[in-house]
């Protein structure tokens, strides 16, 4: 980021609803849009063009959806974090967005109240989750050691690249967020409208 002024590239097939999230974006002095995309394929070129900092990227579009740009944007090692926006709150099916290297996501339902932190965590090296997509992402992970306890392989860079300092977690209770993050091997930061907390 150049003089903490963080840039957002914003990626969805409905303008009306980038016209939105560009609205609640400019409240915020230290966050700057320099591109829209329509589709996951504008987004991936535009990424690469633009280097923003953080990809808005919505997760259901034409051509190619925001997970498919994710995985291009990875391959193609874009140092951009991705902030997955998407209507669904199933959390377990979003597991794989993270695995394929997405910085977190957000429920658009949500975006008025908790877009600009999000991007502003995501943007530092944070991970920005609901709580139940924390659990699931937790099951995953013990469910992976289960199936690899004897596996002495080093981790893989792309991997390691991965791996946040710490997850953020949208508003819970503490000792949920406690428990959950012990489960992924992490710390976590419980982030509230008004303030942030460390726990774990």
């Given at each position: 980021m150049d003089n903490d002024v963080i840039t957002v590239l914003l990626a969805d097939d409905h303008a009306v609803v980038r016209y939105g999230l560009k609205?609640?974006?400019q409240t915020a002095p230290d966050i700057t849009?320099?591109?829209?995309?329509?589709?996951?394929?504008?987004?991936?070129?535009?990424?690469?063009?633009?280097k923003p900092d953080v990809v808005?990227?919505?997760l259901s579009m034409d051509i190619m959806d925001g997970a498919a740009a994710t995985r291009e944007?990875?391959?193609?090692?874009?140092?951009?974090r991705i902030l997955i926006l998407t209507m669904h709150a199933e959390d377990e099916h979003l597991v794989r967005l993270l695995e394929a290297g997405a910085s977190g996501y957000l429920v658009k339902n949500a975006a008025d109240r908790e877009l600009v932190d999000a991007v502003r965590m995501v943007a530092r090296g944070d991970q920005y989750l609901?709580?139940?997509?924390?659990r699931a992402l937790a099951a995953s992970r013990l469910s992976s050691r289960s199936h690899d306890i004897a596996a002495t392989a080093m981790p893989t860079h792309s991997a390691m690249r991965r791996a946040p300092a710490r997850l953020?977690?949208?508003p819970a209770p503490a000792r949920d967020i406690t428990?959950?993050?012990?489960?992924?091997g992490t710390s976590a930061t419980a982030h509230g409208s008004s303030r942030s907390r460390r726990v774990g």
């Open positions: 609205a609640v974006l849009v320099i591109g829209e995309a329509t589709n996951g394929r504008e987004a991936v070129d535009a990424a690469m063009r633009l808005v990227m919505d944007l990875q391959r193609l090692t874009s140092p951009a609901r709580l139940g997509a924390v953020v977690i949208a428990e959950a993050a012990r489960r992924c």
